[in-house]
Protein backbone atom coordinates (compact mmCIF):
# COMPACT_ATOMS: atom_id res chain seq x y z
CA UNK A 1 0.00 0.00 0.00
CA UNK A 2 1.78 3.17 -0.98
CA UNK A 3 1.41 6.08 1.14
CA UNK A 4 0.20 9.33 -0.36
CA UNK A 5 3.62 11.99 -0.14
CA UNK A 6 3.42 14.12 2.49
CA UNK A 7 3.44 17.57 1.69
CA UNK A 8 5.74 19.56 4.65
CA UNK A 9 3.83 22.92 3.12
CA UNK A 10 0.69 21.76 4.65
CA UNK A 11 2.38 20.48 7.42
CA UNK A 12 3.51 23.87 8.14
CA UNK A 13 0.44 25.53 7.48
CA UNK A 14 -1.15 22.99 10.03
CA UNK A 15 0.83 24.03 12.45
CA UNK A 16 0.98 27.64 11.80
CA UNK A 17 -3.11 27.28 12.42
CA UNK A 18 -3.11 25.60 15.73
CA UNK A 19 -0.37 27.94 17.02
CA UNK A 20 -2.68 30.80 15.85
CA UNK A 21 -6.14 28.68 17.50
CA UNK A 22 -4.00 28.22 20.84
CA UNK A 23 -2.35 31.71 21.11
CA UNK A 24 0.87 30.24 22.04
CA UNK A 25 3.90 28.73 19.92
CA UNK A 26 4.25 25.22 19.48
CA UNK A 27 7.39 23.20 20.53
CA UNK A 28 10.03 22.84 18.27
CA UNK A 29 10.32 19.23 16.36
CA UNK A 30 9.10 17.30 13.77
CA UNK A 31 5.50 18.01 13.16
CA UNK A 32 4.51 14.08 13.61
CA UNK A 33 6.28 14.68 17.34
CA UNK A 34 4.67 17.53 17.79
CA UNK A 35 1.05 15.91 17.56
CA UNK A 36 2.05 12.77 18.30
CA UNK A 37 1.05 12.42 21.80
CA UNK A 38 -2.48 13.57 21.21
CA UNK A 39 -1.70 16.66 24.21
CA UNK A 40 -2.01 19.80 21.44
CA UNK A 41 -4.45 18.23 19.59
CA UNK A 42 -6.84 17.76 22.84
CA UNK A 43 -6.36 21.54 23.43
CA UNK A 44 -6.83 22.28 19.76
CA UNK A 45 -10.67 20.93 19.97
CA UNK A 46 -10.93 22.35 23.06
CA UNK A 47 -10.41 25.81 21.82
CA UNK A 48 -12.74 24.96 19.01
CA UNK A 49 -15.80 23.67 21.10
CA UNK A 50 -14.47 23.91 24.98
CA UNK A 51 -15.45 20.96 27.18
CA UNK A 52 -14.85 18.38 23.99
CA UNK A 53 -11.98 16.64 26.15
CA UNK A 54 -12.44 16.46 29.17
CA UNK A 55 -9.25 15.00 30.72
CA UNK A 56 -5.99 15.63 28.90
CA UNK A 57 -2.76 13.30 29.41
CA UNK A 58 -0.05 15.34 29.55
CA UNK A 59 2.73 12.46 30.22
CA UNK A 60 2.22 9.16 30.80
CA UNK A 61 2.33 5.71 29.33
CA UNK A 62 2.02 5.19 25.60
CA UNK A 63 -1.66 3.91 26.02
CA UNK A 64 -2.20 6.58 28.16
CA UNK A 65 -1.28 9.53 25.57
CA UNK A 66 -2.99 7.30 22.89
CA UNK A 67 -6.03 7.89 24.80
CA UNK A 68 -5.29 11.49 23.95
CA UNK A 69 -5.56 10.67 20.80
CA UNK A 70 -8.73 8.62 20.84
CA UNK A 71 -10.38 11.35 22.78
CA UNK A 72 -9.63 14.01 19.81
CA UNK A 73 -11.07 11.76 17.35
CA UNK A 74 -14.15 11.31 19.46
CA UNK A 75 -14.61 14.83 19.68
CA UNK A 76 -13.74 15.90 16.05
CA UNK A 77 -16.24 13.60 14.89
CA UNK A 78 -18.59 15.33 17.05
CA UNK A 79 -17.68 18.63 15.85
CA UNK A 80 -18.56 17.51 12.36
CA UNK A 81 -15.42 16.02 10.72
CA UNK A 82 -16.82 13.08 8.59
CA UNK A 83 -15.76 9.71 9.94
CA UNK A 84 -13.56 8.60 7.10
CA UNK A 85 -11.46 11.91 7.24
CA UNK A 86 -10.72 10.81 10.47
CA UNK A 87 -6.90 9.53 10.73
CA UNK A 88 -6.57 6.14 12.92
CA UNK A 89 -4.39 6.40 15.87
CA UNK A 90 -1.48 4.40 14.51
CA UNK A 91 -1.39 6.74 11.52
CA UNK A 92 -0.01 9.26 13.96
CA UNK A 93 1.42 7.40 16.78
CA UNK A 94 3.31 4.91 14.77
CA UNK A 95 3.56 7.08 12.06
CA UNK A 96 2.06 4.87 9.35
CA UNK A 97 0.12 7.62 7.67
CA UNK A 98 0.94 11.13 8.52
CA UNK A 99 -0.46 12.39 5.30
CA UNK A 100 -4.21 11.31 6.54
CA UNK A 101 -3.68 12.78 9.55
CA UNK A 102 -2.72 16.26 7.78
CA UNK A 103 -5.98 15.57 5.66
CA UNK A 104 -8.16 15.17 9.12
CA UNK A 105 -7.03 18.59 10.69
CA UNK A 106 -7.62 20.34 7.25
CA UNK A 107 -11.08 18.69 7.65
CA UNK A 108 -11.65 20.30 11.40
CA UNK A 109 -10.31 23.50 9.76
CA UNK A 110 -12.83 23.04 7.30
CA UNK A 111 -15.46 22.42 9.51
CA UNK A 112 -14.91 25.35 11.76
CA UNK A 113 -16.54 27.38 9.31
CA UNK A 114 -19.58 25.65 9.88
CA UNK A 115 -19.28 26.77 13.46
CA UNK A 116 -21.01 30.33 13.51
CA UNK A 117 -19.79 30.61 17.32
CA UNK A 118 -15.91 30.14 16.13
CA UNK A 119 -14.37 33.27 14.82
CA UNK A 120 -10.91 32.22 15.45
CA UNK A 121 -8.06 31.74 12.38
CA UNK A 122 -9.00 29.69 9.49
CA UNK A 123 -7.30 26.92 7.98
CA UNK A 124 -7.53 26.17 4.01
CA UNK A 125 -9.76 27.54 1.51
CA UNK A 126 -12.99 28.62 2.06
CA UNK A 127 -16.13 26.07 2.34
CA UNK A 128 -18.01 26.83 -0.25
CA UNK A 129 -21.53 27.45 0.85
CA UNK A 130 -22.37 26.19 -2.74
CA UNK A 131 -20.99 23.52 -4.64
CA UNK A 132 -19.31 26.30 -7.38
CA UNK A 133 -16.66 24.90 -9.92
CA UNK A 134 -14.62 27.35 -11.73
CA UNK A 135 -13.26 25.74 -14.59
CA UNK A 136 -9.70 27.03 -16.90
CA UNK A 137 -10.49 28.15 -20.61
CA UNK A 138 -8.61 24.88 -21.51
CA UNK A 139 -11.17 23.02 -19.55
CA UNK A 140 -14.35 24.27 -20.74
CA UNK A 141 -12.84 23.91 -24.58
CA UNK A 142 -11.75 20.55 -24.20
CA UNK A 143 -15.54 19.61 -22.60
CA UNK A 144 -17.44 21.13 -25.41
CA UNK A 145 -16.62 18.58 -27.24
CA UNK A 146 -18.22 15.94 -24.93
CA UNK A 147 -21.18 18.31 -24.55
CA UNK A 148 -22.32 18.30 -27.88
CA UNK A 149 -23.12 14.26 -27.67
CA UNK A 150 -25.43 14.88 -24.67
CA UNK A 151 -27.42 17.79 -26.59
CA UNK A 152 -30.99 16.15 -26.97
CA UNK A 153 -30.76 12.90 -24.82
CA UNK A 154 -33.02 14.26 -21.99
CA UNK A 155 -36.14 14.76 -24.02
CA UNK A 156 -37.97 12.78 -21.61
CA UNK A 157 -36.72 13.95 -18.64
CA UNK A 158 -39.75 16.24 -17.54
CA UNK A 159 -41.11 16.82 -14.41
CA UNK A 160 -44.46 14.80 -15.15
CA UNK A 161 -44.90 11.23 -13.58
CA UNK A 162 -42.70 12.15 -10.58
CA UNK A 163 -45.67 11.74 -8.05
CA UNK A 164 -44.72 12.79 -4.11
CA UNK A 165 -44.08 16.06 -4.41
CA UNK A 166 -47.36 18.04 -3.22
CA UNK A 167 -49.24 15.85 -5.07
CA UNK A 168 -52.07 15.31 -2.75
CA UNK A 169 -54.70 16.26 -5.18
CA UNK A 170 -56.10 13.00 -5.89
CA UNK A 171 -58.43 12.44 -3.51
Known amino acids: LKMPARNKEQEAEVLEWIEAVLGEKLPKGDYE???KDGVILCQLINKLAPGSVKKIQTKGTNFQLMENVQRFQAAIKNYG???EEIFQTADLFE???IPQVTLCLYSLGRMTQKHPEYNGPRLGP????KNERTFTEDQLRASEGQLNLQMGFNKGA???GHGGFGNTRHM
Open 33 to 35: DIL
Open 81 to 83: VPQ
Open 95 to 97: RRN
Open 126 to 129: KMAE
Open 158 to 160: SQS
